[in-house]
């Protein structure tokens, strides 16, 4: 559990680096949200 929290916390730190507009970064989160709960389910 604890490698899949620090994975998607990666995840969006990076995903959050690479965006350049506010819609951009709401989709990131999303799409970051998105692959931990499939990965918990």
């Known amino acids: 559990m604890q490698k899949i929290t620090a994975a998607?916390?990666?995840s969006t730190m990076v995903?959050?680096?690479a965006c350049?507009?506010?819609?951009?970064?709401g989709k990131d989160i999303e799409s970051v949200g998105?692959?931990?709960?499939e990965?918990?389910?």
Do not use: M, Y
């Open 8 to 10: 998607i916390l990666i």
């Open 20 to 25: 350049a507009t506010v819609k951009g970064v």
């Open 34 to 37: 998105q692959a931990g709960q």
């Open 39 to 41: 990965a918990i389910d």
């Open 15 to 17: 995903l959050l680096s």
